[in-house]
């Protein structure tokens, strides 16, 4: 249980354009949904918490207009990248709390989608 | 300011040792520590949490302690093995923040 899919896996996109990346929690109910960006041999840096049906929590330092998160249902958020760059070329990776578990501290991450961004 | 260091970038030992990796923390109370296996290209996985109040957790061949005086929590892999090459993150969670992340060693088993 408590499986974590992204998609897609990979991505490669024209600069200016935008991207949208999904993340699904695929056995578990997940109200709160987590977004990371990790650059090569760096880790996780948190960029917004998304919470269903509301607006998401962005972190310092994050565009809010560039990076749109979207956490419409208990099992859904996505992000999309809007016109993208270069240096928005990344490892972009989602998580999620089980909300109807005991295991409320516990994040189960996705895979990962790699941006790259000509 | 606030920061998370882990004791190297990259640890090789021998198949069969036991591995150790350490996270330390600088200003910050942390709720709990969690650590966490992450492969290449893929994303991180659980391995074990362990609270402010408790000083060691077990896990088969893992063990993580946590001292909250040093600000220290050492992550122990014993009878080590080819496959347990990965990068080890540790993560602390504070109340009314969230997960913050460790740069992670990449712990390498050589046969």
């Known amino acids: 249980g408590a499986v974590v899919s992204q998609h897609p896996s990979r991505v490669i996109c024209k600069s200016g354009t935008s991207v949208k990346i999904e993340c699904r929690s695929l056995?578990?109910?997940?109200?709160?949904m987590f977004w990371y960006r990790q650059f090569p041999k760096k880790s996780l840096m948190l960029m917004a918490t998304?919470?269903?049906?509301?607006?998401?929590?962005?972190e310092q330092g994050v565009e809010k207009d560039k990076f749109l998160i979207n956490h419409a249902s208990l099992t859904l958020s996505t992000l999309t990248v809007t016109s993208a760059h270069p240096e928005d070329s990344s490892f972009y990776i989602c998580?999620?709390?089980?909300?109807?578990?005991?295991?409320?501290?516990?994040?189960?991450f996705g895979p990962g989608t790699r941006l790259t961004v000509l | 300011s606030q920061k998370i260091e882990q004791n190297s970038e990259a640890l090789n030992i021998q198949e069969g040792k036991t591995a150790t990796l350490t996270c330390n923390y600088t200003?910050?109370?942390?709720?709990?520590l969690q650590w966490y296996r992450q492969d290449p290209g893929r994303g991180p996985v659980f391995l074990l949490l362990?609270?402010?109040?408790?000083k060691e957790k077990r896990k088969e061949r893992l063990k993580v302690t946590f001292d909250t005086t040093l600000k220290q929590s050492l992550f122990h892999i014993t009878a080590s093995q080819p496959a347990d090459s990965a990068t080890y993150l540790c993560?602390?969670?504070?109340?009314?923040?969230?997960?913050?992340f460790g740069p992670g060693t990449r712990l390498s088993v050589l046969p």
């Open positions: 993560a602390l969670y504070t109340y009314g923040q969230n997960f913050v």
């Open positions: 998304s919470n269903e049906g509301s607006k998401a929590t962005y």
């Open positions: 362990i609270r402010e109040n408790e």
């Open positions: 998580s999620a709390r089980d909300a109807t578990s005991g295991s409320y501290n516990e994040q189960f």
């Open positions: 056995d578990f109910q997940a109200t709160t």
């Open positions: 200003n910050y109370s942390p709720a709990y």
